[in-house]
């Protein structure tokens, strides 16, 4: 079993990320710094799901001001170095990979699904699927409303800019789920019921991220996905 202090330090930083991403939710929805592209809306608290006081910082810094009511008190929006213009693409990948795994994960619990023994296989198909479906989605509503594109063409183009994208984000997280299989918690392993396992899948989400900003930046610079 997780030691005590692993177990308190996981249920504070499950508590921080929750407050983080009520505070971006209520600062675009009471405050009225409505997002220009809607998904953000969305992107912001779910990056804060598993990055906490960072991505409302984040979110202070680059997000509330892409807002409307920003320009109508400031006149204009501050210009960006592309390092965040960068992070934010990750981000809105990691939005759709984070809210696919923790569905996938909770359906893989609810139904008991292993590969000799394991949960790990049939979470990363889960996983993946999930964050595949999702993400796509997730970037058709950020391409289509800025290129004019059908429902048709705006899909191609959110799955050509997104799954090599999240595909990226996956590797990172998948290769630090096995480390915590094998390695850190290998008998008993840990279950989606611990608070422990969602603050190890914080730090998997964050090491997602690492591992996709090169390819963003990839991405970005070739046009194929869109700055945010």
């Not at 600062?27 to 990056?47: C, K, L, N, S």
């Not at 063409?153 to 590797?171: V, Y």
């Not at 630090?176 to 290998?186: E, N, Q, R």
């Not at 899948?201 to 996709?212: K, S």
């Amino acid at each position: 079993m997780p030691p005590t202090w692993l177990t308190d330090l996981s249920w504070a930083a499950l508590a921080l990320a929750f407050a983080s991403a009520a505070e971006i939710v209520y600062d675009i929805y009471v405050h009225g710094y409505r997002q220009p592209m809607r998904v953000m809306e969305a992107v912001w608290p779910i990056t804060a799901l598993y990055f906490g006081p960072v991505a409302t910082v984040a979110y202070g810094a680059w997000g509330r001001a892409k807002a409307s009511r920003w320009e109508a008190e400031h006149g204009e929006q501050p210009r960006r170095p592309f390092w965040t213009v960068v992070a934010v693409g990750v981000s809105h990948c990691g939005a759709g990979c984070t809210l696919g795994d923790v569905i996938a994960e909770f359906a893989v619990f609810g139904i008991g699904a292993t590969v000799a023994g394991l949960a790990l296989v049939p979470e990363y198909i889960g996983d993946y699927l999930a964050a595949v479906s999702i993400g796509i989605v997730f970037q058709y509503f950020a391409i289509a409303p800025m290129r004019g594109l059908n429902l048709k063409d705006g899909m191609w183009e959110a799955a050509k800019a997104d799954i090599l994208s999240l595909t990226s984000f996956e590797i990172g997280l998948f290769g630090w789920m096995a480390l915590v299989v094998f390695v850190l918690f290998p008998n008993p392993h840990l279950r989606p019921d611990s608070p422990v396992y969602w603050f190890l899948m914080q730090i998997g989400m964050m090491i997602g991220f690492a591992t996709a900003y090169p390819t963003n930046v990839w991405l970005i610079r070739r046009g194929v996905k869109e700055a945010m």
